[in-house]
């Protein structure tokens, strides 16, 4: 790997700067491959200092301006491809795929946010009294501080990042601990070498208890972004609620994935496979919950069975697999010890997997899962197909509705049927015949009304090799 310019450095108004470290390792193999500033309290204040006195002078820069600033941003780290897909691979664990859908989705993400920093600025709007002319203009927030989740650092990062600095924002940024360089250190030193003004863009990498919770509750943020778990997002909703900081969090759901009796089974056993294993079933999009009706219940679980058992699990950046690391120890054993053995011990059957060595979990289906299960209650984050049988579609409804989740499918012959299921579930997107497709959180409708996006499946599933 090349030498990283920002390797157990902060970026704090325009300069690296050296802190206290710690170890960054790859996933695979446990070998360090780099080191990551531990910013503390003063350093984030340091940091959203330097952005509020940035923020003014980037903001009155002409749109082309910023946009070229963003074109050399993106510039830098289409240079460095090929090594952000290894370093992507090492850092999180993912195989090659996920390593070339991360970094391609956050270059496509620069790019749009460029062309969109030069269209338009507003609108002309129906004057209330004759004579009168009512324009909206859209002018920048001002300072943003983002906390970004280590399964997709870079990706994440820049679907905040690009369209803050787009419209005339400025960024602190605080990647995960466990992936501070694809999420952090790499775009400090594409920001460097783009050009960009002294504390329009700051990073701040460190754990959560220090330099995470110092951002959070920051009073010098116009907005806090934030990607990851319920139980946090819940903590700062709750904490900016006190002086009604605005904030905006994309936190994690039970997702389901629903098998009608009419469904095809070959269509939906692909499917599964990607929804709940991709990653290592370590997204927010994840299913968590398969939920079938009971006259296609045992041949579901045969099928889907009989493709898990058939996933090479290893290492991604040295042997050719399907299914790379779990994240951590922590994760490894929160799925084995939290969800996987209690659902066992309260019933459930592993038709497969449910063994693990160091951070190999081997893909796990689960069959007779109840609701009481935690493989049914809890979001999974990690390679778990829990089956529950339901006798009835409006039973199958009911399950889904009872907890918070982000993108459901449904799968049934009549698409007509499966639409008619789709609009019931309370998720903003669901899939009819398909797995997820990241149509993502960013197309939600602001305000009081939830647009629920429906993607329906009409032609043969072009899926990955591995989940045939």
Request: charged share 20%; net charge negative; proline share 6%.
């Amino acid at each position: 790997m090349t030498a990283s310019l920002a390797s157990g450095k902060l970026y704090i108004d325009g300069a690296f700067t050296p802190a206290t470290t710690g170890p960054v390792h790859e996933k695979a193999t446990g070998e360090q491959i780099g080191e990551y500033a531990q910013a503390t309290p003063a350093d984030v204040d340091r940091a959203v200092t330097a952005a509020r006195a940035a923020q003014p002078g980037w903001a009155a820069l002409s749109a082309p301006e910023r946009a070229a600033h963003l074109d050399r941003f993106a510039a830098h780290l289409r240079g460095r491809y090929d090594e952000l897909i290894d370093l992507s691979m090492r850092e999180t664990g993912g195989v090659r795929a996920k390593a070339e859908d991360e970094v391609s989705a956050g270059l496509r993400q620069l790019a749009i946010s460029s062309v969109q920093a030069t269209q338009s600025a507003g609108d002309i709007l129906q004057p209330y009294k004759a004579g009168k002319l009512s324009l909206s203009r859209a002018v920048p927030l001002g300072v943003i501080g983002i906390i970004t989740p280590w399964n997709y650092p870079l990706n994440l990062a820049m679907r905040a990042v690009a369209p803050g600095l787009a419209f005339g924002n400025t960024i602190v940024l605080k990647p995960a601990e466990l992936t501070p360089i694809l999420g952090g250190q790499i775009l400090a030193e594409a920001a460097h070498h783009a050009g960009f003004p002294p504390g329009v863009f700051n990073l701040v990498t460190g754990d959560g208890p220090d330099a995470g919770h110092a951002l959070a509750e920051h009073r010098g943020l116009d907005l806090l972004d934030f990607t990851g778990s319920r139980e946090v997002g819940l903590a700062i909703a709750a904490s900016a609620a006190t002086d009604l900081r605005q904030i905006r969090l994309e936190l994690g759901g039970s997702n389901a994935f629903v098998v009608l009796d009419d469904a095809d089974l070959d269509l939906a056993a692909s499917c599964a496979l990607i929804a709940s294993l991709e990653f290592q079933g370590q997204t927010c999009i994840s299913a968590s919950r398969h939920i079938v009706l009971r006259s296609v219940a045992d041949r579901y679980a045969e099928t889907v069975t009989q493709r898990v058992a058939a996933l090479r699990v290893g290492d991604p950046v040295r042997e050719d697999v399907d299914l790379g690391p779990l994240i951590s120890e922590t994760q490894r054993d929160r799925v084995h010890q939290t969800i996987v053995q209690p659902s066992i011990a309260k019933g459930a059957k592993a038709t497969t997997g449910g063994t693990y060595e160091g951070l190999f979990y081997r893909p796990t289906v689960l069959t007779g899962v109840t609701p009481d299960m935690p493989a049914f209650t809890e979001e999974i984050f990690g390679p778990v197909i829990p089956i529950t049988v339901v006798d009835s579609e409006e039973e199958a409804v009911a399950l889904v509705n009872g907890y918070p989740m982000l993108m459901n499918s449904v799968f049934s012959a009549d698409l007509i049927r499966g639409m008619t299921v789709a609009e019931r579930l309370q998720a903003g997107e669901v899939h009819v015949n398909d797995a997820h497709a990241r149509h993502g959180a960013e197309n939600q409708m602001p305000g009081f009304t939830r647009r629920q996006w429906i993607g329906v499946q009409r032609t043969p599933l072009d899926v990955p090799s591995w989940t045939r």
